[in-house]
């Protein structure tokens, strides 16, 4: 769980940028960002509304009991007895309205807006109460904050590693010819469910064989035939915070090509982590990965997806490591690292996948399973 020290080290960045841009408030409706700068983890479909006032205060519209990280709390009711709750938006815009006009804060005339998460009646709302102000979109200031993961971020990280760790042994016990992609796909399920207590919202690619050459996907009733590989990509998100790791597992022993074709994978794998420091471009990065297993012969230059992606509060951010991209390594940042070769030769694919921190005194690996087919 994100903390309160985590969360105010976040609202001051987002106050300094507030500061350079000149916006007196800031408000979201989304609940990936109000749990990311407020730590209020709301159900999916529960409304909330989070502002930062200029002066540093937080006020938090929620179905929440409790003011918990911010300073003022408008209770939502999202449930009742005694009424029918048909509108909860328009309910959401009223306590919105309502929440604004105590504030007596006639002074905010500049409003940055998590523009995508502000409805018609809640964008109306705002106006109703300061119809001289001005709207600005700041969804590209969030995703430069959101570009640098906090220590209780990369913390949610690893929570959520523990459960691909647990994944991957449960599907290395089961995998064999005969039993199906679903098969393979409960057990490891089951496996996170036990290691977290609780269900867990777990997605991934689960093509086996040949299927997974040029794609992935939800698991079928396709049985595992022997001598396939199977690619296992699995992004577990436990509290708004992804991992997302790859293994690729034998039905039976490897062949020689299955292990040549796994050693280059791992040397691509090592090439792109001895590359990866703080200003440099993700596009080279992206560039050396390709040029080098487009090299061997046996990859059949099939390596046709990205070479590896930033994640957290969502499963793919910046720094996207693809050649048509800007984005810079930089301190902070939270990714991964996935090369791959697919071929009818190798009976499906080979992708290796970890999840790294970017330190400033080098790249530390956050997972730890074994890379072995």
């Given at each position: 769980?994100?903390?309160?020290?985590?969360?105010?080290?976040?609202?001051?960045?987002?106050?300094?940028?507030?500061?350079?841009?000149?916006?007196?408030?800031?408000?979201t409706?989304?609940?990936?960002?109000?749990y990311?700068?407020?730590?209020?983890?709301?159900?999916?479909?529960?409304?909330?509304?989070?502002?930062?006032?200029?002066?540093?205060?937080?006020?938090?519209?929620?179905?929440?009991?409790?003011?918990?990280?911010?300073?003022?709390?408008?209770?939502?009711?999202?449930?009742?007895?005694?009424r029918?709750?048909?509108?909860?938006?328009?309910?959401?815009?009223t306590?919105?309205?309502?929440?604004?006009?105590?504030?007596?804060?006639h002074?905010?005339?500049?409003w940055?807006?998590?523009?995508?998460?502000?409805?018609?009646l809640?964008?109306?709302?705002?106006?109703?109460?300061?119809?001289?102000?001005?709207?600005?979109?700041?969804?590209?200031?969030?995703?430069?904050?959101?570009?640098?993961?906090?220590?209780d971020e990369?913390?949610?990280?690893?929570?959520?590693?523990?459960?691909?760790?647990?994944?991957?042994?449960?599907?290395?016990?089961?995998?064999?010819?005969?039993?199906?992609?679903l098969?393979?796909?409960n057990?490891?399920?089951?496996?996170?469910?036990?290691?977290?207590?609780?269900?867990?919202?777990?997605?991934?690619?689960?093509?086996?064989?040949e299927?997974g050459?040029?794609?992935g996907?939800?698991?079928?009733s396709?049985?595992?035939?022997?001598?396939?590989?199977?690619?296992?990509?699995?992004?577990p998100?436990?509290?708004?915070?992804?991992?997302?790791?790859?293994?690729?597992?034998?039905?039976?022993?490897p062949?020689?090509?299955?292990h040549?074709?796994?050693?280059?994978?791992?040397?691509?794998?090592?090439?792109?982590?001895?590359?990866?420091?703080?200003?440099?471009?993700?596009?080279d990065?992206?560039?050396?990965?390709?040029?080098?297993?487009?090299s061997?012969?046996?990859?059949?230059?099939?390596?046709?997806?990205?070479?590896?992606?930033?994640l957290g509060?969502?499963?793919?951010?910046?720094?996207?490591?693809?050649?048509?991209?800007?984005?810079?390594?930089?301190?902070?940042?939270?990714?991964?690292l996935e090369?791959?070769?697919?071929?009818?030769?190798?009976?499906?694919?080979?992708?290796?996948?970890?999840?790294?921190?970017?330190?400033?005194?080098?790249?530390?690996?956050?997972?730890?399973?074994?890379?072995?087919?």
């Amino acid at each position: 769980m994100l903390t309160s020290e985590g969360c105010r080290a976040r609202q001051n960045r987002l106050l300094r940028k507030m500061e350079a841009n000149c916006w007196d408030a800031f408000i979201t409706a989304d609940r990936r960002t109000a749990y990311y700068l407020a730590g209020f983890l709301s159900p999916p479909d529960a409304l909330i509304i989070f502002i930062l006032w200029g002066d540093g205060r937080t006020s938090l519209i929620s179905i929440a009991r409790s003011t918990g990280y911010a300073d003022e709390m408008e209770y939502l009711e999202n449930y009742s007895i005694n009424r029918s709750i048909d509108f909860p938006d328009h309910d959401a815009a009223t306590a919105l309205d309502r929440l604004l006009r105590k504030q007596g804060r006639h002074d905010q005339r500049s409003w940055a807006l998590d523009e995508p998460s502000i409805n018609v009646l809640q964008a109306e709302a705002l106006r109703a109460v300061y119809p001289q102000a001005e709207f600005f979109d700041a969804t590209k200031t969030l995703l430069q904050l959101r570009k640098r993961k906090d220590e209780d971020e990369i913390a949610s990280i690893r929570v959520n590693l523990k459960y691909c760790a647990a994944a991957y042994s449960a599907a290395r016990e089961i995998i064999q010819p005969d039993i199906t992609e679903l098969d393979v796909y409960n057990a490891m399920y089951n496996a996170i469910v036990r290691e977290a207590g609780t269900s867990v919202e777990f997605a991934g690619d689960f093509a086996c064989g040949e299927r997974g050459i040029s794609g992935g996907g939800p698991p079928t009733s396709r049985k595992i035939q022997p001598g396939d590989l199977y690619i296992l990509d699995i992004f577990p998100a436990a509290n708004l915070y992804f991992a997302d790791t790859c293994r690729t597992f034998a039905a039976g022993e490897p062949t020689e090509l299955q292990h040549r074709a796994w050693d280059i994978t791992m040397q691509a794998v090592r090439l792109a982590e001895s590359m990866v420091k703080p200003g440099v471009r993700a596009c080279d990065v992206y560039a050396e990965i390709k040029t080098f297993l487009d090299s061997q012969e046996i990859s059949n230059k099939s390596f046709w997806h990205h070479a590896g992606h930033g994640l957290g509060h969502r499963g793919h951010e910046a720094p996207r490591i693809i050649p048509g991209t800007d984005d810079v390594f930089e301190e902070g940042d939270v990714f991964t690292l996935e090369p791959g070769m697919y071929t009818k030769g190798l009976q499906g694919g080979i992708r290796l996948e970890d999840n790294y921190v970017l330190r400033a005194n080098g790249l530390e690996d956050l997972f730890h399973y074994p890379w072995e087919l």
